[in-house]
């Protein structure tokens, strides 16, 4: 009798332990052959994770894209130097997006999808839960400053090389002339400048935090092509 019992208090201790998380009842797993409650997961790397992300903007058509390709060439030659830009870009997500998207990527924000203007690229903050906020400003008035600038410069330049010549001459109304119009286009250059940087896309958290702004402070003078459309950068 007592064999016997021994025996029957063995298998319920066998049967006590498990082999396999199906051994277990509700969510515990086996581990080391003893159900338990899981674990919590574990916030581990968050540049490895990804975030949910809102996108509140004043622009319908704003997409979130991100940047899959980037390439830069520079050339010099007797005339000074030039640069061009071409950037490639997958669309993510509209407006107002609600999509898991990686943290360790690089995103541009579009007004329309492959075309339009874009913001500076940013990469998404470490966080569960991101609101974005796009202002991406007055098209119409993004496009006047930047004609504005390209003909400022333009004046600018033109009256600089004008002067010398006056000078050169002895013309005093035509060094006075290159004067004004260098001045001038000096002047429309800032104005223009101001009107692109309060008419262009910035993308800020719903903390404030700025993400990025267009024009992009840290991007470089030349010709760059975004998405296919080319800009002059300056």
Same mark, same amino acid.
């Given at each position: 009798?007592?064999?016997?019992?021994?025996?029957?208090?063995?298998?319920?201790?066998?049967?006590?332990?498990?082999?396999?998380?199906?051994?277990?009842?509700?969510?515990?797993v086996?581990?080391?052959?003893?159900?338990?409650?899981?674990?919590?997961?574990?916030?581990?790397?968050?540049?490895?994770?990804?975030?949910?992300?809102?996108?509140?903007?004043?622009?319908p058509?704003? !997409?979130?894209?991100? @940047?899959?390709?980037?390439?830069?060439?520079?050339?010099?030659?007797? $005339?000074?130097? =030039?640069s *061009?830009? &071409?950037?490639?870009?997958?669309?993510?997500c509209g407006?107002?997006?609600d999509?898991?998207?990686?943290?360790n990527?690089?995103?541009?924000?579009?007004?329309?999808?492959?075309s339009?203007?874009?913001?500076?690229?940013?990469?998404?903050?470490?966080?569960d839960?991101?609101?974005?906020?796009?202002?991406?400003?007055?098209?119409?008035m993004?496009?006047?400053?930047?004609?504005?600038?390209?003909?400022?410069?333009?004046?600018?330049?033109?009256?600089?090389?004008? !002067?010398?010549?006056? @000078?050169?001459?002895?013309?005093?109304?035509?060094?006075?002339?290159? $004067?004004?119009? =260098?001045? *001038?286009? &000096?002047?429309?250059?800032?104005?223009?400048?101001l009107?692109?940087?309060?008419?262009?896309?910035?993308?800020?958290?719903?903390t404030?935090?700025?993400?990025?702004?267009?024009?992009?402070?840290?991007?470089?003078?030349g010709?760059?092509?975004?998405?296919?459309?080319?800009?002059?950068?300056?």
């Amino acid at each position: 009798m007592s064999l016997t019992l021994v025996t029957l208090a063995g298998e319920r201790i066998a049967h006590a332990g498990c082999e396999k998380d199906t051994d277990c009842k509700g969510d515990r797993v086996c581990s080391a052959g003893v159900c338990t409650e899981p674990s919590p997961p574990s916030s581990g790397d968050k540049t490895a994770g990804t975030v949910m992300v809102h996108v509140v903007s004043n622009e319908p058509a704003a !997409v979130l894209s991100r @940047v899959t390709a980037e390439a830069t060439a520079t050339a010099s030659g007797p $005339g000074g130097m =030039a640069s *061009a830009s &071409a950037s490639e870009y997958q669309v993510v997500c509209g407006v107002p997006c609600d999509t898991a998207v990686p943290i360790n990527k690089v995103y541009v924000f579009q007004k329309v999808s492959g075309s339009g203007q874009v913001s500076g690229t940013f990469t998404m903050p470490a966080r569960d839960r991101l609101t974005l906020n796009v202002d991406s400003g007055s098209q119409g008035m993004y496009f006047l400053g930047f004609m504005g600038e390209l003909l400022g410069i333009m004046a600018g330049v033109g009256g600089l090389l004008v !002067v010398p010549a006056g @000078v050169a001459l002895h013309n005093d109304g035509l060094t006075i002339a290159g $004067g004004i119009t =260098a001045g *001038a286009g &000096a002047i429309v250059t800032v104005l223009s400048i101001l009107t692109l940087n309060a008419n262009g896309t910035h993308v800020t958290t719903d903390t404030g935090e700025r993400l990025a702004s267009h024009p992009n402070e840290t991007e470089k003078t030349g010709l760059r092509f975004d998405g296919g459309v080319p800009r002059l950068v300056f």
